[in-house]
């Protein structure tokens, strides 16, 4: 019997360290229906590997000031159904974290909330997945963060937002964008801190009033499964994209499997660098308003990231119903390099394609 204790005694004190080491949940009280907690580590001191846990029925959160370890990150979840939303600047904030994920949440802005989930202020490997966001008076998702010249991790090449993975969201009904991810801008000073190593995969966006998804200042992007639906609804120009790799964009390998459908703007706005390869999009019943185009290229100058020019290689693209062009490139620079166009196909078309490669634009068979 004392040999039994004594083993048992023994057992104890060796997984005493493992014991104190283990993951655990902390609920984040809320206040007024809102959680609110600028630094969650003075607070709540969270370790690796730990759970946030936010209570469902809130109208709102805000949590910055945390992070965990590779291997260990911080999970943030709700408490149960995840339904949250409705408070008008955002429904939920994240800044000056890393190592985390959110994951579980479901957004009701109930079209007062300007934002449904926005942050990446000083933030790296970040997780946002299986999140459903709706009724956004404004943005669905936003990631991103404003120059700022009076520190120095204000703007690049101070600070980068790096190590993003946002996977199985789905956004339904924003007054503009679904997804808005890094940060558009035309002026060279201060340049803005890039998103690098961008992951974006399994995403549907359905009935946003301007663009479907729009990247801006990604850099080294990996994207695939990509639906939008009903883009550009209030017609506005400039700002009805289905899908637009905006300025300062390049991709890391091929961006596949896009589908995207029922738009007033273009289906896909390329106005990124580097080698950027596009395999298996469908367009179909986009650029419906006239001057539009299915699928439209453009190049755009470097601000000073040291991005290479422009080179685009299209492939097993399918256009089905579109007011101008099936594909309109547009050379404004002079700045393109030779890409290659394959297995481009499409129907009920003002036009087919047209390449401003070269000086005098040309239309090329299909």
């Known amino acids: 019997m004392k040999k039994s204790c004594f083993l048992l005694s023994l057992i104890i004190l060796l997984l005493f360290p493992l014991l104190m080491q283990a993951q655990k949940r902390i609920w984040l009280p809320a206040k007024d229906r809102q959680v609110y907690y600028p630094n969650v580590d003075a607070l709540f001191h969270p370790a690796p590997g730990d759970t946030l846990v936010i209570p469902t029925g809130i109208i709102s959160f805000l949590i910055s000031n945390f992070g965990g370890t590779k291997t260990k990150p911080i999970v943030i979840i709700p408490s149960d159904s995840g339904w949250i939303g409705g408070y008008p600047p955002y429904s939920g904030n994240f800044n000056y974290i890393n190592h985390a994920k959110f994951t579980g949440f479901h957004i009701d802005g109930k079209k007062a909330t300007n934002f449904g989930l926005v942050g990446g202020v000083q933030c790296s490997n970040i997780e946002i997945c299986n999140l459903v966001i709706s009724n956004v008076s404004s943005i669905g998702l936003c990631v991103q963060q404003i120059p700022d010249s009076t520190h120095r991790k204000g703007s690049w090449p101070g600070f980068s937002l790096e190590n993003f993975s946002i996977h199985d969201i789905t956004v339904k009904n924003c007054g503009t964008e679904g997804l808005y991810l890094g940060y558009t801008?035309?002026?060279?000073?201060?340049?803005?801190?890039?998103?690098?190593?961008?992951?974006?995969?399994?995403?549907?966006?359905?009935?946003?009033?301007?663009?479907?998804?729009?990247?801006?200042?990604?850099?080294?992007?990996?994207?695939?499964?990509?639906?939008?639906?009903?883009?550009?609804?209030?017609?506005?120009?400039?700002?009805q994209a289905g899908i637009l790799l905006g300025g300062m964009v390049t991709l890391r390998d091929i961006a596949r499997n896009l589908l995207v459908t029922?738009?007033?703007?273009?289906?896909?706005?390329?106005?990124?660098?580097?080698?950027?390869?596009?395999?298996?999009?469908?367009?179909?019943?986009?650029?419906?308003?006239?001057?539009?185009?299915?699928?439209?290229?453009?190049?755009?100058?470097?601000?000073?990231?040291?991005?290479?020019?422009?080179?685009?290689?299209?492939?097993?693209?399918?256009?089905?119903?579109?007011a101008?062009?099936?594909?309109?490139?547009?050379?404004?620079?002079?700045?393109?390099?030779?890409?290659?166009?394959?297995?481009?196909?499409?129907?009920?078309t003002k036009a087919g394609i047209e390449d401003g490669f070269i000086t005098t634009p040309r239309r090329l068979k299909d």
């Open 185 to 239: 801008f035309d002026v060279t000073k201060p340049l803005a801190p890039p998103l690098l190593n961008l992951r974006l995969y399994n995403i549907l966006t359905d009935s946003t009033g301007w663009d479907g998804v729009q990247l801006s200042n990604c850099q080294n992007v990996m994207m695939y499964n990509i639906t939008v639906k009903n883009y550009g609804l209030k017609n506005i120009s400039g700002q």
């Open 262 to 322: 029922q738009g007033s703007g273009a289906g896909i706005t390329i106005f990124g660098r580097g080698i950027m390869k596009i395999q298996n999009a469908k367009l179909t019943h986009v650029g419906t308003t006239p001057g539009q185009h299915a699928f439209y290229v453009s190049d755009y100058k470097d601000l000073g990231y040291g991005l290479p020019v422009l080179e685009l290689h299209l492939k097993d693209i399918r256009v089905d119903h579109s």
């Open 324 to 348: 101008g062009n099936a594909l309109l490139i547009v050379n404004g620079n002079k700045s393109l390099r030779a890409g290659t166009i394959s297995n481009f196909t499409y129907t009920r």
